[in-house]
């Protein structure tokens, strides 16, 4: 047998040996955790079953939080996107000022308010308890998680990654959202819309909704769209360099705040003819 067959051959025998020593390792080991670290059976997944409608006081903000009760565990928690949501729609003649959860999450969201604010909290640890995923590591997320809200105010700060805030059909002052997640506001009557996220990551639409004015801060936000809106003025804001496509048709008027010198936006106008207006 010639050398170099049998370095070959060594090698491929190796291979097998160590192959062999893992599925033997890996068929002793407790492979429960590996599982769960690996796949989604760390989700939870909230049963969306007959909604319970809690009664809250009048609010100028609603802020939406966790509330942790083991301190000492080191558990992550998150939400996953697109799944998860807290819904903001206008207050009825029948109905005011009420917060409807699914009968799955009743005793496990707390909303209480206290001075002009509206805390709604997540109670996450007990949650993981009912759910018996107490044996969970690393992190547990939660998918379903929906809270519908009737209220006349749309000034929210929503804490939690991985869930929407969405605004329907208010009409107000102001809509303000300073948010961890995605933000969409439609079909909605407001002077001022003003859409704050933390990360570039995030996205911000508007639909169908008329104001009189709308504030973007570009340095935190690279998605964002206004699709089928009226809006008279977009003031837009940042440093650094920044692009923008706007339809002439559908801009109204813009105004640029530089936060430094260096600060630039760069405009591209789609569409007819236009005029701008240096002041």
């Not at 928690?77 to 003649?93: E, G, H, Q, V």
């Not at 105010?153 to 995605?182: M, P, W, Y």
Request: charged residues 20%.
């Amino acid at each position: 047998m010639k050398l170099t067959t049998k370095i070959i051959f060594s090698i491929i025998l190796s291979i097998f040996v160590i192959s062999l020593l893992f599925i033997i390792g890996f068929s002793f080991s407790d492979r429960k955790n590996y599982y769960r670290t690996h796949n989604s059976s760390n989700v939870i997944n909230i049963p969306q079953n007959s909604p319970i409608g809690i009664d809250v006081a009048p609010a100028r903000v609603i802020l939406l939080e966790m509330e942790r009760t083991d301190t000492q565990d080191e558990i992550f928690y998150r939400f996953t996107s697109d799944n998860n949501s807290i819904n903001l729609s206008p207050m009825t003649a029948e109905e005011e000022n009420k917060l409807f959860i699914s009968e799955a999450l009743y005793g496990y969201v707390a909303a209480k308010t206290n001075n002009d604010t509206l805390r709604i909290q997540i109670k996450v640890d007990e949650l993981r308890k009912k759910y018996e995923a107490t044996d969970f590591k690393n992190y547990v997320a939660f998918s379903g998680f929906n809270l519908n809200l009737q209220t006349s105010n749309a000034n929210v700060v929503n804490t939690l990654n991985g869930f929407l805030t969405k605004v329907s059909n208010i009409e107000t002052d102001t809509i303000r959202i300073v948010s961890n997640s995605n933000i969409l506001i439609e079909s909605c009557k407001a002077i001022v819309i003003e859409p704050v996220v933390d990360d570039s990551h995030r996205k911000v639409n508007v639909r169908n909704s008329v104001a009189k004015e709308i504030h973007l801060d570009l340095d935190g936000l690279r998605n964002w769209n206004l699709e089928g809106c009226n809006i008279e003025v977009q003031n837009f804001t940042g440093s650094g360099r920044h692009n923008i496509t706007l339809d002439r048709n559908k801009a109204g008027k813009i105004n640029w705040y530089p936060k430094n010198e260096n600060a630039e936006l760069n405009i591209k106008v789609q569409g007819d003819t236009a005029q701008i207006v240096f002041q």
